[in-house]
């Protein structure tokens, strides 16, 4: 059974950080591009950040580049997203995703373009 699993949320202060993981089981995150996604209540679903399959392409939303990093580990079919700098507006529930891709340098932030999904894990940035 294909899964993702997302641990790593919490809460956290204003100026703080978190590093998300994301872990795939029931498959190989080799041939896949990943995106985190993230949801705040009463807004819709956004896109945080993506990598391609072999790493070397990446996106981030406007709101976070220069806070975020995302990486992955093919070795420990993990992705993994950095997050510093924490606002309070970086409150959300955040998902990630897969997608099987032939490209290497495939690399998107829609939702659409996602097939399989975690069940989120919930970061609160609060004082």
């Known amino acids: 059974q294909l899964q993702l699993v997302e641990s790593g949320g919490g809460l956290v202060q204003p100026g703080g950080s978190l590093r998300l993981s994301c872990k795939a089981s029931g498959f190989t995150l080799d041939y896949h591009a990943i995106g985190w996604f993230r949801q705040a209540p009463g807004k819709e679903r956004e896109g945080v950040s993506c990598?391609?399959?072999?790493?070397?392409?990446?996106n981030y939303a406007d709101s976070v580049k220069g806070r975020f990093t995302i990486s992955r580990d093919n070795a420990k079919n993990t992705v993994y997203l950095q997050m510093n700098s924490l606002k309070p507006e970086d409150t959300s529930v955040y998902y990630c995703?897969?997608?099987?891709?032939?490209?290497?340098?495939?690399?998107?932030?829609?939702?659409?373009?996602?097939?399989?999904w975690g069940q989120g894990t919930q970061v609160t940035v609060s004082s």
């Open positions: 995703a897969a997608q099987r891709t032939p490209f290497l340098t495939w690399c998107t932030r829609r939702i659409h373009d996602f097939g399989s």
């Open positions: 990598i391609s399959r072999g790493g070397d392409s990446t």
